[in-house]
C-alpha cells in the first residue's frame, strides 16, 4: 500500500476510501490504452477535499456536474468545427472537425458536505471544493475536567 495513503497510526485515509478499490480496477482493466480522460489530483486537507481536473483547450460551460446520491459525476462534452473556402484564387472546399468528450465518477465519502460543493475553472484547471461535514473535521485533543 502507498505510504502516502495512511494516517499516522495506520488506519487507511478518506482518501483511500474516496477512491477505493474499485477506482484502481477501473484505472487497471476498464481504461483504453488511448484515452483522452484528463489526469485528476486529489487532495485531503483539514477541511474537506480537493478534486482537480487538468483538462486546458475547454470552457466552463463544457463542463457538467452531476451529484446521485453520493456519486459524483464529471463530464465534458467539446465540438470543434473548421471550414475553409476560395482560398489564394483556388476553389476548393476542406471541413474538419472533432468531438472530444470524457467522463469521470467518484464516490464520495459520507463525511462530505454535499449541499456546499464549489466548483471554479480556472488556466485549464476545473477544481472542485468538497468540504467536510462539521462533525467529520478533526478536532484537536482536548482535556475533560472531572467533576
Known amino acids: 500500500m502507498n505510504p502516502l495513503m495512511r494516517t499516522g497510526n495506520n488506519l487507511p485515509s478518506l482518501i483511500e476510501n474516496f477512491f477505493g478499490r474499485d477506482m484502481n480496477?477501473?484505472?487497471?482493466?476498464?481504461?483504453?490504452?488511448?484515452?483522452?480522460?484528463?489526469?485528476?489530483?486529489?487532495?485531503?486537507?483539514?477541511?474537506?477535499?480537493?478534486?482537480?481536473?487538468?483538462?486546458?483547450g475547454l470552457k466552463k460551460e463544457d463542463f457538467k456536474l452531476n451529484l446521485n446520491h453520493n456519486n459524483l459525476t464529471i463530464s465534458a462534452y467539446q465540438e470543434s468545427k473548421k471550414e475553409e473556402t476560395d482560398q489564394a484564387g483556388e476553389k476548393y472546399t476542406r471541413r474538419e472537425f472533432s468531438y472530444s468528450s470524457f467522463q469521470r465518477t467518484f464516490?464520495?465519502?459520507?463525511?462530505?458536505?454535499?449541499?456546499?460543493?464549489?466548483?471554479?475553472?480556472?488556466?485549464?484547471?476545473?477544481?472542485?471544493?468538497?468540504?467536510?461535514?462539521e462533525?467529520?473535521?478533526?478536532?484537536?485533543?482536548r482535556q475533560i475536567e472531572i467533576g
Open 25 to 56: 480496477d477501473f484505472f487497471n482493466s476498464n481504461m483504453p490504452a488511448l484515452s483522452n480522460v484528463p489526469a485528476v489530483n486529489v487532495v485531503e486537507h483539514q477541511d474537506g477535499f480537493r478534486i482537480e481536473v487538468a483538462a486546458p
Open 107 to 133: 464516490t464520495l465519502p459520507t463525511s462530505v458536505d454535499a449541499e456546499n460543493i464549489q466548483a471554479s475553472y480556472t488556466d485549464g484547471v476545473l477544481k472542485i471544493e468538497l468540504p467536510k461535514r
Open 135 to 141: 462533525e467529520a473535521k478533526v478536532k484537536p485533543p
